[in-house]
């Protein structure tokens, strides 16, 4: 039973430890990022541990650049393990080593069932509509009876009657009739060992107390227990501690808007995408994940610490969840409201293709971010700042500079070189004046103004632009586009 960050066993109160386990055959997606946040916060409430083990038995598909993508995602939202990652397959040696006490033992057998008997068996089932079960006649064999030289596998022996049980913590007790367990194998022809039974030995191991992963590994979670429990028999008795049944608690998915398992065609990225082509801060993305399925009350904008204070697994629902890119996007416009300055101005600089100063980003941060939802949108709208004369203008920017506007400008310019104090308050106090003298609204003058100093029709405030161009570029932008009003105008 676990209790401030304990569990109770045989061999007294163990620390609570928490894994994730991703397997290296690509990015790290939203739903195993959100694993990895689940099993961190867990180990962080309960003041345990969380470790990383690299699933790359599958040799064919794990690639070191899927590796390297796994870490960078999760050292970006700030989810490295407290310890070096484990490497399953480097651990091939120690799980087959338990495949064999488990057949010394008497908890497993070597099959001799051919490709081609399974293959029959599978078709005679699916023939009478039946499930298929691997029924060998190998279970009971004695050594003698083993046909030499011949390839074999090594199947664990399932319990063939009654049930197994478990007490899940998201999903409560869940029962499976031992019967639906087949004899599946632990140990190939070859002699490696399969998925099933490194993750056991390695969870072991490394003494994992809570396995919190997705809901779709529960079925793995009985055929599991029958390894460890196999093995509890044979060393519980030797060190008083045996191999303990680790608490489960198996998280519904992420799905789409539209209800269906998340996938690329809902616009789910890698965790990389995300930050590099979306924009996103870390800080978002942590607290985006973080409500899907967990909640405390009605908060929404939840701080590292905060969730760490108010994490557990009582309050993980038990549907599934939507993902919701707008709601990640809001979720995104306010962190950014909420960043430091100086930070931000490096994020964007580094996204832009000429980045003004450092200093005069940062100065332009506080009035920037105030619409904007992601670092992109930054980026862009920083773009004015270090544009090269004469500046570029767009489409729509430039149905504004027509000839009257031009004439404006030309106003506007005069007025504005007799300015000695180039601050936002004293240059809406002059333009404002010039806007009544005029018989115009400020807007009339604001418009032409901002395309001849962005080459745009959306920007900071007007002042603050004026005030971040500095005046004699801000003076040379506007003549750029000023022409003298035309006679008799």
Same mark, same amino acid.
């Given at each position: ?52 083990? $690299? ?95 011949? !390839? ?8 063939? #009657?009654? #049930? ?69 028999? $044979? ?102 409201? #909420?960043?430091?300055?100086?930070? @931000? ?44 004369? !004469? ?25 504005? #070189? ?50 971040? @161009? ?20």
């Amino acid at each position: 039973m676990a209790s401030a960050g304990v569990i109770e066993g045989e061999g007294g109160r163990q620390p609570v430890v928490t894994r994730f386990a991703p397997s290296p055959t690509g990015y790290l997606h939203i739903g195993g990022a959100r694993t990895a946040l689940f099993n961190w916060l867990f180990a962080r409430h309960h003041g345990g541990t969380y470790l990383l083990r $690299i699933e790359d038995t599958d040799r064919a598909r794990s690639t070191e650049p899927a590796i390297a993508a796994i870490f960078d995602g999760l050292e970006w939202l700030g989810l490295g393990g407290d310890e070096p990652a484990v490497f399953q397959f480097a651990r091939s040696d120690r799980h087959a080593a338990v495949a064999h006490q488990l057949l010394a033992a008497g908890h497993a057998y070597r099959c001799y069932l051919t490709q081609e008997e399974l293959a029959a068996r599978r078709e005679q089932a699916q023939a009478e509509r039946r499930p298929f079960r691997i029924v060998s006649e190998w279970r009971d064999a004695t050594p003698d009876q083993w046909p030499e030289g011949q !390839p074999y596998v090594v199947r664990i022996k399932s319990p063939r #009657e009654g #049930e197994t049980a478990i007490d899940d913590l998201v999903q409560g007790r869940v029962t499976v009739a031992n019967a639906e367990l087949d004899d599946f194998v632990i140990l190939r022809s070859d002699g490696t060992p399969t998925y099933m039974l490194s993750v056991v030995v390695d969870d072991h191991d490394m003494g994992v107390t809570h396995v919190i992963r997705g809901d779709d590994h529960l079925n793995n979670a009985f055929r599991q227990l029958v390894i460890i429990r196999a093995m509890h028999a $044979i060393d519980g008795g030797r060190d008083g501690q045996g191999w303990p049944d680790p608490l489960y608690a198996h998280i519904p998915l992420i799905h789409g808007a539209d209800g269906a398992k998340l996938s690329k065609r809902h616009g789910a990225l890698g965790v990389d995408a995300y930050r590099d082509e979306l924009g996103l801060l870390p800080e978002a993305m942590f607290n985006y994940l973080l409500r899907l399925g967990w909640g405390h009350g009605d908060d929404e904008i939840i701080s590292r610490e905060q969730a760490i204070a108010w994490f557990d697994i009582d309050h993980v629902g038990k549907s599934p969840s939507r993902f919701d890119t707008a709601k990640l996007l809001n979720l995104n416009g306010h962190y950014l409201r #909420e960043a430091d300055d100086a930070r @931000l101005a490096e994020l964007v600089a580094a996204r832009m293709t000429k980045a003004p100063p450092l200093d005069l980003l940062a100065r332009a941060m506080p009035v920037m971010k105030v619409r904007a939802k992601d670092l992109n949108e930054l980026a862009a709208g920083a773009a004015f700042l270090s544009a090269t004369r !004469p500046l570029p203008v767009d489409a729509k920017a430039a149905a504004l500079l027509h000839d009257d506007a031009r004439a404006l400008l030309a106003q506007i310019h005069a007025r504005l #070189e007799r300015e000695t104090i180039w601050t936002t308050d004293s240059l809406e106090a002059s333009l404002k004046a010039m806007a009544e003298t005029l018989g115009l609204g400020l807007g009339k003058l604001a418009q032409p103004l901002r395309a001849a100093l962005t080459g745009q029709t959306v920007s900071p405030g007007i002042f603050d632009v004026l005030v971040l @161009l500095g005046r004699d570029e801000a003076l040379a932008r506007i003549a750029d586009q000023a022409v003298a009003a035309p006679v008799g105008h």
